[in-house]
Each structure stands twice: as C-alpha cells, then as structure tokens.
C-alpha cells in the first residue's frame, strides 16, 4: 500500500527540525504527527518543555508547544510502500525535499532524527548536501512505543532526548 507523510509543520522560529521516518497507520488516519497514543514524541516534547503540563491536550496546543520552543516536524519519506506501520516493512521510499526545506527555512539549526531509519534515509539520500552538513545531526532513539533492547518505555528515552535543552 502507497503511503504519504505530512506537510511540514515549520516556521520562521524553528530552530530543531525532528524528522520522522514516515507516520504509523495511526498518524496516518488521525491527520497527525505523532497521533499514535501510545507514541513516546508528545510526553517527551512536554516533559522537556511543558512546565509540568500533560500532553493531554488538544492536537493545535501540543502543536503549539512545539511552536513555542522551536521546534518544526516532517518526515526523511515523502512517500512508500508499507503495510503496517513498522520502519522495516518500508519499501520504495521516496524523500522529502529536506534540503529545499531548510534553504527556505535558515534558522533551522539542527536536524533530530527520530529513530534509525529516519538516520538512514537521510543519510542515504542527503548525507553530503551542503544544507545538511552546515548543521548538527543527532541521531535520537524513536519515539516508538515498541520497546527495544536499549530503550523501554518513556524513561530511558526520555533520558537520551533530554539533549534538545541544550540546543
């Protein structure tokens, strides 16, 4: 099945672009970056950022929130073939114009891959872009709920990203 990421969500303020491999079935059908519930983005986003608010609150606020602290989001894959939602069913992935995006968008400052194969695909794709190489790359653990052998739940994650105050 052909599946298709979302529009950025950047502005003139964004300073850290997360980029994402492409959205699970349940971002998908809930128009949504990170709509998955069980989807670890949002609570680190507002355990980082939300001065001890929950990230309970209505899709626009915790766009908001992002907004506020300079934070854009889109996807390394524009487009695929994918059954599910697991990275390692994606197949024919085409890119999102990253480096287009960021020449239009300079205050961008640093590109937060948010699991492996969002890593990956850029790399493959863009590695030795000028746009790329003239900003910080982390290479983050994804937001996943499904937990691996380094990464459990919120925790631990958590730990990892706590990085971005730093930015």
Not at 1 to 24: A, C, E, H, T
Not at 94 to 103: A, S
Not at 106 to 133: D, Q, R, W
Not at 137 to 144: A, E, F, G, N
Request: charged residues 25%; proline residues 7%.
């Amino acid at each position: 099945m052909n599946v298709y990421s979302f529009p950025p969500f950047i502005g003139d303020g964004s300073r850290i672009l997360i980029l994402g491999s492409m959205p699970g079935v349940a971002s998908l059908r809930a128009h949504q970056y990170y709509g998955n519930a069980r989807n670890y983005l949002w609570p680190i986003l507002y355990a980082l950022y939300g001065e001890g608010r929950k990230p309970d609150e209505s899709y626009e606020e915790k766009l908001k929130l992002a907004s506020d602290n300079g934070i854009a989001l889109w996807d390394v894959i524009a487009s695929c073939e994918r059954e599910g939602s697991l990275d390692s069913d994606i197949k024919k992935a085409v890119p999102n114009d990253i480096p287009g995006l960021l020449e239009r968008y300079p205050n961008v400052k640093t590109l937060v891959c948010n699991g492996t194969k969002s890593y990956a695909e850029m790399n493959k794709h863009f590695g030795s872009h000028p746009e790329i190489m003239q900003r910080k790359i982390l290479r983050m653990p994804s937001t996943s709920p499904i937990p691996t052998k380094d990464y459990r739940g919120l925790d631990d994650r958590l730990a990892v990203w706590r990085v971005l105050l730093d930015i």
